[in-house]
């Protein structure tokens, strides 16, 4: 029988729903895609149940699992946060994770000296802590997005090296060209994420407010923060703000715009999964300096095709910048290895390496033991 035969419906678990307008909705919108070229659909199971409250989205999801009919769904494919609300079901699970949370509160605990938690918020991932590793060791694959992950999932929770795959996400291709033509002056940086501390915003304020003292002169676009704009300049020197346009929200077909206008895409944060932004950048052509951690450093060859830095060192990050910005040779030459190096990652290819991981996970739940390749799943 061929992989995948008699899989009809697989649950997709999370908050943030199926679309091409988040970033984790985006990845999961190219997951479905593939899937259904093998004719399977994946099914936005949490749907109904969310809610702005996380914690009260997650207990409906919960209900629903519990009343889930038997057959509906040949397995669940959960978010890692959710992965305790189908912790009794029988049906095969396949967590996800876009950078494995408790990991990160690690890190930035480690980074700042504070977890950045609630009393609440830090109650409840105790009571969920169990839960939640139960269902890790209980999966029947766990899709990481980075190879720190990887290594703490292992560490952590035992979990076994082919229980892991590390997925690759992918780009939209763009219209480049070498020369990046009609490029404004001063050079233009920016940041695109949102405006809150795990991105590395005190280090992006700091290194801007040294980089002027310097004088060095450039334009900041800080895109898809979130905050009102005004909001986000309160955080920079008065004498700084003229210099930074801020834009809240922007559509997926403006993105391309944003890209091709900027000489330096910035990424200063101190935990990510594999971050969109910068493989979009990569693919536009800019060239790149990111934080060394995380997704970023699968990704990014320091002095090759980006620059990486230590989280949260500020003159490290303001020497690189001072680099990219005197040197525009070097600057279109990093640009022009960050998008040879995307030349792989279309979205239909690395989406479709991901759904033949799940259809080959739920097979093998399907298989007794020691059935090996004689298995007519």
């Known amino acids: 029988m061929k992989p995948g035969m008699g899989i009809h419906r697989i649950a997709y678990i999370a908050i943030p729903e199926i679309s091409p307008i988040s970033g984790m909705g985006r990845i999961a919108w190219e997951w479905r895609a593939a899937l259904a070229r093998r004719g399977i659909d994946l099914v936005d199971f949490a749907g109904p149940c969310r809610h702005q409250n996380r914690h009260l989205a997650a207990l409906r999801i919960w209900a629903a699992a519990r009343r889930a009919a038997s057959g509906v769904y040949d397995a669940f494919l959960v978010h890692e946060p959710l992965a305790w609300t189908i912790g009794g079901e029988r049906r095969p699970s396949i967590i996800f994770s876009h950078g494995v949370e408790s990991r990160g509160r690690e890190a930035f605990k480690q980074m700042l000296g504070r977890d950045g938690e609630t009393i609440k918020s830090r109650c409840i991932n105790r009571v969920l802590a169990g839960p939640i590793r139960r269902a890790f060791q209980k999966s029947r694959l766990f899709l990481t997005s980075n190879s720190e992950d990887c290594t703490y999932l292992t560490d952590k929770y035992g979990l076994a090296g082919n229980q892991l795959f590390l997925f690759r996400n992918g780009v939209d291709p763009m219209p480049w060209t070498e020369s990046r033509a009609g490029i404004p002056r001063p050079v233009r940086i920016l940041f695109a994420g949102t405006w809150i501390g795990r991105k590395g915003i005190v280090t992006l304020v700091a290194a801007a407010t040294r980089l002027r003292s310097e004088g060095v002169a450039v334009q900041w676009c800080l895109a898809g ?27 997926r077909e ?18 990510e999964g594999q971050p969109l932004a910068l493989l979009q950048a990569m693919e536009a052509g800019c060239a790149v300096i990111a934080s060394d951690t995380c997704g970023q450093r699968d990704i990014l ?11 949260g060192d500020v003159a490290a990050l303001v020497r690189l910048i001072r680099q990219a910005c005197e040197n525009a040779t070097l600057r279109r030459q990093i640009g022009a290895a960050a998008h040879a190096s995307m030349a792989h990652r279309r979205w239909p290819a690395v989406a479709d390496e991901v759904a033949g991981k799940i259809v080959a996970a739920v097979d093998a739940s399907r298989c007794p033991p020691g059935s090996g390749e004689n298995c007519q799943a």
């Open 225 to 251: 923060t979130g905050v009102a704009a005004e909001a986000v300049r309160q955080h920079f020197p008065a004498h700084l703000r003229e210099a930074i346009e801020v834009i809240p929200r922007f559509a």
């Open 254 to 271: 403006e993105e391309a715009n944003l890209l091709l206008q900027s000489d330096l895409f910035v990424l200063p944060s101190f935990f």
């Open 301 to 311: 060859q320091h002095n090759e095709n980006g620059w990486l830095f230590p989280p």
